[in-house]
């Protein structure tokens, strides 16, 4: 079971552009939950999916967008980037929401 | 307030010590989490708590639903316990809220 994976694990994009991060989830989960970490915070709650639909959403601006796919494996898209948006981007994943089995994260740098 | 204050904010030790972190919250919680995050930011589960006491290794972890309290303790520290530990609770909402993390540094 290689549990949660991300990709990619860094990436650079410059102000105003679009990005797509990627999540697999650990064998079995069902939930996908995204979250954004500022250097030196804890992670805020970006969105979370649950049968190809988002359940729940964090205080984060329409820029930020997501997709669950049916082998529940998920997409963050972040369009009209701006520099605050970098940060690592930490995926989780879950049975029904219960629990929360992290990956190793990408780092976003916009410049 | 944050909904998920941890103390202390920095913590260094000498290998071998007790450790102890601690977790406050202030909202009605289904569980406690207690996660690890290693330069390069990947977080590792480390318990998952609604009530009582957890043990794996020379980790413990304690909750008290009364008193919204939660401690973290490490016996023997090691230097390769060095990390970032982060206290987040699963609410009503079943999204995570996080405290701001402990950095701690054992020293050989």
């Known amino acids: 079971d290689a549990g949660v994976t991300q990709s990619p694990t860094h990436l650079i994009k410059t102000r105003g552009q679009q990005v797509t991060l990627r999540c697999s989830p650990k064998s079995g989960h069902d939930t996908v939950s995204w979250y954004q970490q500022a250097l030196g915070q804890g992670p805020q709650f970006i969105f979370q999916?649950?049968?190809?639909?988002?359940?729940q959403r964090g205080n984060f601006p329409d820029r930020f967008s997501g997709h669950q796919f049916p082998n529940y494996s998920s997409e963050l898209n972040v369009n009209a980037l701006l520099l605050g948006d970098s940060a690592l981007y930490l995926c989780?994943?879950?049975?029904?929401?219960?629990?929360?089995?992290f990956g190793q994260g990408t780092r976003l740098t916009v410049v | 307030k944050n909904e998920v204050e941890q103390s202390p904010q920095n913590l260094t030790a000498q290998e071998g010590e007790f450790i102890t972190i601690n977790c406050s919250y202030s909202?009605?919680?289904?569980?406690l989490h207690w996660l690890q995050q290693h330069p390069g930011g990947g977080i590792v589960s480390l318990f998952m708590l609604s009530s009582g006491k957890k043990k794996h290794g020379r980790l413990i972890a304690t909750i008290n639903i009364q008193e919204k309290h939660s401690s973290l303790h490490i016996t023997a520290s090691h230097p390769r316990d060095s990390a970032v530990y982060i206290c987040?609770?699963?609410?009503?909402?079943?999204?995570?809220?996080f405290g701001s993390g402990t950095q701690l540094t054992v020293l050989p």
């Open positions: 999916y649950y049968e190809e639909e988002e359940r």
């Open positions: 987040a609770v699963t609410g009503s909402a079943r999204q995570l809220t």
């Open positions: 909202v009605g919680i289904s569980a």
């Open positions: 989780a994943s879950s049975l029904g929401g219960e629990g929360a089995f």
